[in-house]
């Protein structure tokens, strides 16, 4: 029965056992540190909450079932499963990374891991030979995302998973951006899943968490031993809250999609409008990529108004009234977000120049509002 579980079912019933104390239908918090034992040494399965914790292992088998994969670990944030996920590495070891990427994950890998000698190359993955051309006798992992962050550029995964398999390298996809509902990265080969729950998964702007999703029995193992080692794991209530907003991701996901691609055909519409960056556009650059890899092109759109400046872009930010002005994306509420000074102020102003991040793009998280009330906020800010 569970094998068979289509996506919509696994949202509401993947990886879920029933409370064995009282049959309870929803997962309870188990909001404890610790469990009483019979004996010394014996117990029920659970000794100390930040090693295993029922209520966390409820999410991390919701959120591998939905990716369709074996293993599931959740932590206290989406940098916090990166970071676990690069202490699998060792100095020397090298990295090939998309250069258009998370503010964060970038922070984390230039100013945490180079310092333990771990080396990231950052080149455009559109193009698979600049990946090729990285590779060393010490490249270890791929780290890709796709839609990338603020660009929405589309990276192949399945011919990077060909390559990486070819040179026994581990690929990575954070799939924050388009959650297991549109793209399910471990069925197109990649190794290894990250998300920052904290997105699409929770859905609701009120958890901050993170999770990694693998099939490799070895590698669970090893991130097991860092998730507890290192400690980085969410509380009860925060995996209660994320397995909650899991049950109506494929709800949100298509009323996302549904009403980003209303926005963006108005932006694109709009005679103030210089570009608009959106996928399920026929004329983007890898649009059949898209169409082949993604159930549909998801929540986010960003656009640079036509005059390219970031007094423009400031005062249509400032004059939204629906749309929030604020960092982060995924929820069921439409936000604005200035890249530029905001989720990718930490990467240098000659980097963002580089992926084509200019000063007046703004990125905008299309909520699940009705689309109209959006086009109208829309309207009125653009003038
Ligand atoms: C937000 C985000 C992260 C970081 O996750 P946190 O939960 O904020 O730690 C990583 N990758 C992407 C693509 C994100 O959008």
């Known amino acids: 029965m569970k094998k068979k579980m289509r996506f919509n079912t696994k949202a509401i019933h993947g990886g879920q056992i029933l409370d064995p104390a009282y049959n309870s239908v929803m997962t309870p918090i188990y909001q404890t540190s610790t469990y009483a034992q019979s004996s010394p040494g014996k117990h029920k399965g659970y000794e100390y909450s930040r090693t295993h914790n029922p209520t966390r292992t409820n999410l991390e ?85 796709t839609p990338t962050n603020p660009m929405m550029n589309i990276i192949d995964i399945k011919s990077l998973a060909k390559l990486s398999k070819k040179n026994k390298i581990l690929l990575c996809v954070d799939n924050t951006f388009a959650s297991p509902y549109l793209q399910r990265p471990l069925e197109l080969g990649a190794d290894i899943i990250i998300h920052s729950a904290t997105k699409y998964i929770a859905g609701h702007s009120d958890v901050i968490i993170g999770a990694i999703v693998i099939n490799n029995k070895r590698l669970h193992e090893k991130l097991s031993f860092i998730q507890n080692a290192s400690g980085a794991t969410p509380g009860p209530m925060d995996s209660f809250l994320t397995l909650r907003g899991i049950k109506t991701l494929h709800l949100r996901m298509q009323r996302h999609s ?37 159930k549909d092109f998801g929540g986010i759109v960003s656009f640079i108004p036509k005059k ?73 800010a653009i003038g």
């Open 308 to 380: 390219s400046n970031f007094k423009t872009a400031k005062k249509i930010a400032e004059k939204l009234k629906l749309f929030t002005l604020a960092e982060s994306l995924g929820g069921v509420e439409s936000l604005c977000c200035h890249p530029a000074s905001m989720t990718h102020a930490s990467i240098t102003p000659e980097d963002r120049k580089k992926s084509g991040l200019v000063d007046s793009l703004l990125r905008l998280s299309v909520g699940i509002e009705d689309a109209d009330d959006l086009i109208e906020d829309l309207k009125q």
């Open 258 to 294: 549904e009403n980003a691609r209303k926005v963006a055909k108005f932006l694109k519409r709009n005679p103030k409008i210089g570009k608009v960056y959106w996928p399920g556009f026929t004329d983007h650059t890898n649009h059949t990529i898209a169409k082949k890899q993604m």
């Open 61 to 145: 088998n919701s959120i591998a079932s939905l990716e369709n994969g074996k293993y599931g670990l959740a932590f206290s944030s989406g940098l916090a499963a990166i970071d676990a996920l690069l202490k699998t590495l060792k100095p020397g070891d090298e990295v090939i990374s998309t250069n258009d990427l998370y503010g964060g994950s970038y922070r984390l890998f230039k100013k945490i891991f180079q310092k333990y000698d771990i080396k990231f190359h950052f080149v455009n993955m559109e193009d698979i030979k600049n990946v090729e051309d990285k590779i060393t006798k010490k490249t270890r992992l791929i780290w890709l995302e």
